[in-house]
């Protein structure tokens, strides 16, 4: 079982900046790849970031230049650097990852972008 525990959301301006963390714990699994998703009131929940366990990164088009996801492998931790945020970036955010028994989400965090 692999369990994830995010933190890092909160009411920020438009403009300002968010940085979320996503910790992953459990015995004996190897992490290959780390997605955010984020879904916002009466919308689908839609992926954000992707980075795989070599550092590849991938964006959403309406985040791309404004968001960006990294990972830490010796702490088992995928970040999501969000700058620059607008009003749309409102929902709550989920981390994803897969791993050597399955895949596995976070409980999500609430980001919420407004004056």
């Known amino acids: 079982q692999v369990q994830l525990v995010e933190s890092g959301g909160g009411l920020v301006q438009p403009g300002g900046s968010l940085r979320l963390s996503c910790a992953a714990s459990?015995?004996?699994?190897?992490?290959?790849?780390m997605k955010w998703y984020r879904q916002a009131p009466g919308k689908q929940r839609e992926a954000v970031a992707h980075?795989?366990?070599?550092?590849?990164?991938d964006y959403a088009g309406s985040v791309k230049g404004r968001f960006t996801i990294s990972g830490d492998n010796a702490k088992n931790t995928v970040y999501l650097q969000m700058n620059s945020l607008k009003p749309e970036d409102t929902a709550v955010y989920y981390c994803?990852?897969?791993?050597?028994?399955?895949?596995?989400w976070g409980q999500g965090t609430q980001v919420t972008v407004s004056s």
């Open positions: 459990g015995s004996n699994f190897t992490i290959y790849d």
């Open positions: 994803n990852i897969d791993h050597t028994w399955g895949t596995s």
């Open positions: 980075i795989t366990n070599r550092g590849r990164t």
